[in-house]
């Protein structure tokens, strides 16, 4: 097993945050199967609650997948306050330059690019019991692995990682360093490589 297709861990490093309220970004396309729906519940839930934070998707709502979101459901989410819709940003710097989670509760993937890029950018990640997601992730360790759509358990992991900084450090740590090893491109090229050859 290749684990995907890798990144470039030298151009999408660490940034320093800026901000003192915790940001939650769900990249993806605009699809029910990324678990986005979850999301906006589990938001629903931690605004309860009263925890304090602000919640992003950035993804394209261009496609002709069944499963697609219409344009118009996520504007009724932003005029909610529920989340900001940032579209399709290619600039990944920009993409992930305030954030300090990432979370994707897709019901299934192949071996995520969003995941490896949220590690070589030292952040985070929560995702779900799902193969591929859970293969790119350690849980405890570089993210937190939540049940498959189960927006309970969601918003708790999000609950989790927004209350302790500390944790939330040590996870980006961490999946910086599983990025360096396991994601670089120069890991997975020479992989690919000998397995074409």
């Known amino acids: 097993i290749i684990e995907g297709s890798g990144v470039d861990i030298k151009r999408l490093k660490p940034i320093e945050k800026k901000s003192n309220i915790i940001k939650v970004l769900l990249p ?16 629903k839930i931690l605004k ?10 950035a993804g394209d709502t261009v496609s002709i997948n069944p499963s697609a979101i219409k344009r118009k459901v996520i504007d009724n989410w932003v005029s909610k306050g529920l989340i900001y819709y940032l579209g399709y940003l290619h600039n990944l710097q920009k993409l992930y330059e305030d954030i300090d989670i990432v979370c994707l509760p897709s019901w299934r993937e192949g071996f995520p690019k969003v995941l490896m890029e949220a590690a070589s950018f030292g952040l985070p990640v929560i995702t779900t019991n799902v193969p591929g997601c859970r293969d790119a992730v350690i849980n405890n360790v570089t993210g937190i692995i939540v049940p498959l759509q189960n927006e309970a358990k969601l918003a708790n992991a999000i609950k ?19 990025a360096i090893k396991k994601f670089d491109l120069k890991v997975i090229v020479p992989k690919i490589v000998s397995l074409y050859d």
Request: aromatic share 8%.
């Open 28 to 43: 993806a396309r605009m699809l029910y199967e990324k678990g986005i729906q979850e999301f906006i519940n589990a938001i």
């Open 48 to 57: 309860s609650e009263k925890i304090e934070g602000k919640f992003y998707l």
């Open 160 to 178: 989790i990682l927004i209350k302790d900084t500390k944790l939330r450090k040590k996870m980006g740590k961490a999946n910086r360093s599983i």
